[in-house]
Structures are given as C-alpha cells and as structure tokens.
C-alpha cells in the first residue's frame, strides 16, 4: 500500500468535505456527520465532473451539473445507480492519508489541497 497524506486531522472537521490532487489523481474526503472520514474518486461516475465543487451538506454529496446526490458513508447514489470510487483512508500520526494504486513511490512530492 503506498498511503499519501492528504492534510491534517484537526484541519478537517465532522460533516466538512475537502478535495485534493495528488500524483495527478483527483480526491475528495467526506466526514458525514456521525461517520467516519471516507474517501472517494474526485470525478462524478456520471459525466467525470469535479466533485470538488459539489455540495456536501455533512450527510450526502451533490454533484453540481446533474444533482445526482451520493451518500457520504459509502458513495453509493441514491438517485442513480451507481457509486463512487472508494479508496482507503486511514489517519496516521495526526494527518489524513489516502491510498490509490497509481501512486509511485519515488514520484511523491506532497499533496495540494484544493479547499474545501
């Protein structure tokens, strides 16, 4: 597994949504209100639109073309069939990490974080 922090535990909070690049790979970390962080694709499975500039309301996530709205705990759509990608996540040592297979070892130079 090649885990690659994200940002700071403290800098993301319950029912907050954040997005970020790394490796040339898009991300976003939801925490639902009483959930877990999770972390999922950056792109809508619908027509590849950021979700970064979707809606998080601390529960489900809506992409912000079509309105399709994802669940926040698992991604799954709940007026569409189909789901987001997942990828592990884990918090380590005080920071957010997320794993992707696409990751190289010797490539990492750090995350960018595009706001949340």
């Known amino acids: 597994m090649a885990y690659r922090a994200v940002c700071r535990q403290q800098s993301l909070l319950e029912g907050e949504m ?3 690049e790394i490796q040339g790979h898009d991300f976003i970390v ?3 209100e009483e959930s877990e962080p999770r972390a999922f694709g ?3 499975p619908h027509q590849g639109v950021p979700l970064r500039r ?3 309301n601390g529960r489900t996530l809506t992409c912000p073309l079509h ?3 994802f669940d926040g705990r698992d991604g799954l759509g ?3 069939g189909c789901q987001l990608k997942s990828y ?3 918090i380590r040592e005080g920071m957010v990490e997320v794993d992707h297979p696409g990751f190289m070892e010797a490539d990492f ?3 960018d974080s595009h706001g949340h």
Do not use: D, E, I, S
Request: proline share 8%; aromatic share 20%; with cysteine.
């Open 78 to 80: 709940l007026n569409a």
């Open 42 to 44: 950056g792109a809508c």
């Open 30 to 32: 939801l925490w639902p």
């Open 88 to 90: 592990p996540l884990r």
């Open 67 to 69: 309105q399709w709205v």
């Open 54 to 56: 979707g809606f998080f």
């Open 109 to 111: 130079t750090g995350a």
């Open 18 to 20: 954040a997005a970020f």
